[in-house]
């Protein structure tokens, strides 16, 4: 039996529905790289946030908004399940001007907003592996703080703090053998 359950939920079919396969490989490959069995399931509708979490001043979404709504919708009644959010979509918190992403472990959910993940939002040419791999690192990185972690300073461990995509470059997907070994005894593994 797979000691963690994640759920991913789909916000946006756009820059999503196409990368979904990759991300669920990615997640699966550096759990099981740390030692933690995992199960990832896929919500089988595009969920968007609702209008009342996006704040026109600011041309974005406000993060703990759609944490609360999604805990509202899903997260409260699937026991069990970690409940991960993505969307392309651009989203800030508090005292942050923008997130790439964002835990409630409190509440079991979190949330990846992908649209500054992307190199076209940088005026860069789209690449398309460096999108999916970005994405894939801040998936599992959620995922980390909702299972207990905590940053890392280890700039090359996924649960390293990123304050820009390329620090995100630098990191990889996988956990330290540190953070590995904190996962193992969060989970009693
Ligand atoms: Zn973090
Ligand atoms: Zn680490």
């Not at 995509?165 to 969060?186: A, H, Y």
Request: net charge neutral; hydrophobic share 40%; proline share 5%.
């Amino acid at each position: 039996m797979p000691m963690v359950k994640v759920l991913l939920v789909p916000y946006t079919k756009s820059m999503i529905a196409d990368y979904m396969d990759y991300w669920i490989h990615a997640f699966k490959e550096s759990f099981t790289r740390a030692g933690i069995p995992v199960s990832v399931d896929v919500w089988s509708e595009y969920l968007h946030p609702p209008m009342k979490c996006f704040v026109w001043d600011r041309v974005q979404y406000y993060s703990p908004c759609i944490l609360e709504w999604l805990h509202g919708i899903l997260g409260s009644r699937l026991q069990g399940y970690l409940v991960v959010g993505l969307g392309y979509l651009d989203a800030y918190s508090n005292g942050l001007n923008f997130v790439f992403g964002e835990a409630a472990p409190g509440l079991g959910v979190a949330s990846v907003y992908t649209k500054r993940l992307s190199p076209a939002f940088y005026g860069e040419g789209m690449d398309w592996n460096r999108y999916a791999e970005r994405v894939a690192k801040e998936i599992i990185h959620e995922t980390g703080h909702l299972l207990g972690l905590g940053h890392c300073p280890d700039k090359e461990c996924v649960m390293s703090f990123s304050n820009s995509v390329w620090d995100v470059d630098v990191k990889t997907r996988f956990f330290c053998g540190e953070c590995s070994r904190k996962l193992r005894i969060l989970l009693n593994i």
